[in-house]
T-cell receptor, first 112, second 116 residues
Framework: AQTVTQSQPEMSVQEAETVTLSCTYD???????LFWYKQPPSRQMILVIR??????QNATENRFSVNFQKAAKSFSLKISDSQLGDAAMYFC?????????FGAGTRLTVKP | DGGITQSPKYLFRKEGQNVTLSCEQN?????MYWYRQDPGQGLRLIYY???????QKGDIAEGYSVSREKKESFPLTVTSAQKNPTAFYLC???????????????FGEGSRLTVL
């Protein structure tokens, strides 16, 4: 079964600085999707960014970008110019039909 | 607006009682999912369904039951057999894999169940 590991239970960043959240996964499949979801205090799960495994180019969404290393099975999230509203739980997720597997999450604190 | 509606948002239950959590979606998605969230453990899959009248167990199905009588609805019953039911429950939906599939799960706002 596929597993997703987030080795950083908590991270902290100064406002306007850059932070990187780590994620590794284990799979024997070649075709899959990877995601980062954000869960603010409201607990609503919000999609941050998505990466298709067959694409070599790293996905980017405004201040959010990923470093996808397929051979190493690594999928880190970089948040640039951190804002107070970025404070949340961040979950890394692996998707291959029929379901999605999540890591344990990283709690990000943003200091003003 | 299209989305997923979960109810109730908060629910209290006495030990030995069954409770049912509602999940309705108007996204025309074929697949629906129930996840349980506990502190420090991320989201764990309870049940999922890819078609009406059919569903599959996830990793932690014991003590739970589901039904899928309509495409839009996927209620979860937490039975008295669930030994530690206090948790946050999230319902999600997605399209099935196809030409324009993004793989994304869309989530409801969750239901917090507390056993007294």
């Amino acid at each position: 079964a596929q597993t997703v590991t987030q080795s950083q239970p908590e991270m902290s960043v100064q406002e306007a600085e850059t932070v990187t959240l780590s994620c590794t996964y284990d799979t024997s499949e070649s075709d899959y999707y990877l995601f980062w979801y954000k869960q603010p205090p409201s607990r609503q799960m919000i999609l941050v960014i998505r990466q298709e495994a067959y694409k070599q180019q790293n996905a980017t969404e405004n201040r959010f970008s990923v470093n996808f290393q397929k051979a190493a099975k690594s999928f880190s999230l970089k948040i640039s110019d951190s804002q107070l509203g970025d404070a949340a739980m961040y979950f890394c997720a692996y998707r291959s039909e029929p379901d999605m597997r999540f890591g344990a999450g990283t709690r990000l604190t943003v200091k003003p | 607006d299209g989305g997923i509606t979960q109810s109730p948002k908060y629910l209290f239950r006495k030990e030995g009682q069954n409770v049912t959590l509602s999940c309705e979606q108007n996204l025309n998605h074929d697949a629906m999912y129930w996840y349980r969230q506990d502190p420090g453990q991320g989201l764990r899959l309870i049940y999922y369904s890819q078609i009406v009248n059919d569903f599959q167990k996830g990793d932690i199905a014991e003590g739970y039951s589901v039904s899928r009588e309509k495409k839009e609805s996927f209620p979860l019953t937490v039975t008295s057999a669930q030994k530690n039911p206090t948790a946050f429950y999230l319902c999600a939906s997605s399209a099935l894999a196809g030409a324009s599939w993004t793989g994304e799960l869309f989530f409801g706002e969750g239901s917090r169940l507390t056993v007294l």
